[in-house]
């Protein structure tokens, strides 16, 4: 087996500067990853379909903001979850059925990439601030 084509060395990983490239490029990769959720959320909302997958901002405690991939159906207000979405499929053409399923598919796998790139990405940035990816809380002592 070869390396994949994003390896990175982990000699090359040393001091500020490695972590810095590093953070960067978990940052690069969470961006494309929001990118390609809004770009997937966008063609689903505009195929004129009952359902449709929308790109989620919520903000964390930590002061991050996660995205997310959440299915909704026309005229309700709260995200649903897959199972009661193919229970609309009675609203959808049988040919687009098959497209809803790659789409979420497609929506598991972008939400496990943003969930790995913006966690990697807070514990790199941690490090670089404090030296450690866990800081002691002073309340704590």
Request: with cysteine; hydrophobic share 45%; glycine share 6%.
């Amino acid at each position: 087996m070869g390396q994949p084509a994003t390896a990175l060395p982990v000699s090359r990983v040393a001091g500020q500067p490695g972590f810095r490239v590093l953070l960067r490029s978990y940052e690069h990769w969470l961006d494309e990853t929001v990118t390609e959720m809004q770009t997937l959320a966008l063609e689903t909302a505009t195929a004129g379909l009952d359902v449709s997958l929308r790109c989620v901002r919520i903000a964390l405690a930590s002061g991050a903001t996660r995205h997310r991939l959440d299915w909704f159906i026309r005229g309700e207000p709260h995200a649903l979850a897959w199972p009661r979405v193919k229970g609309c499929f009675n609203r959808v053409p049988a040919p687009l059925r098959p497209y809803l399923q790659q789409c979420e598919a497609r929506a598991k796998e972008l939400n496990a990439l943003e969930s790995v790139f913006r966690y990697a990405a807070s514990q790199l940035a941690m490090y670089l601030a404090h030296g450690t990816v866990k800081v002691r809380r002073t309340d704590d002592v």
